[in-house]
Nanobody, 117 residues
Framework: QIRLVETGGALVQAGGSLTLSCTASGSPGSISSISSMAWYREAPGKQRVLVASLNRDGIPDYLESVKGRFTLSRDKNTLKLQMNNLKPEDTARYCC??????????WGQGTHVTVSS
């Protein structure tokens, strides 16, 4: 079992920056079995979309609209999303997920980001 806890969401003005963190906890064996981690976001009335993902080799991938503004990194059991030049359309609940082979995806509860214009 893996537990994911997201932090860092806040109200920020357009053009501002935030860093979201997702910390995974569980047995050492379960943490090391994570094959990839990612951030999704869900805006009110819209479908959840993949914002950024990091595979086991540490290679990131980004939603087109956040490229150049968001940076994903992982330090041991913490996945961080550095978000710069935030825009009102980035407003959403951001959720972290972790994938383990042969298991259902693990999800955190999410953290809210609100960008005011």
């Amino acid at each position: 079992q893996i537990r994911l806890v997201e932090t860092g969401g806040a109200l920020v003005q357009a053009g501002g920056s935030l860093t979201l963190s997702c910390t995974a906890s569980g047995s050492p064996g379960s943490i090391s079995s994570i094959s990839s981690m990612a951030w999704y976001r869900e805006a009110p009335g819209k479908q959840r979309v993949l914002v950024a993902s990091l595979n086991r080799d540490g290679i990131p991938d980004y939603l087109e609209s956040v490229k150049g503004r968001f940076t994903l990194s992982r330090d041991k059991n913490t996945l961080k999303l550095q978000m710069n030049n935030l825009k009102p359309e980035d407003t959403a609940r951001y959720c972290c997920t972790a994938l383990v082979p042969w298991e259902a995806p693990y999800w955190g509860q999410g953290t809210h980001v609100t960008v005011s214009s």
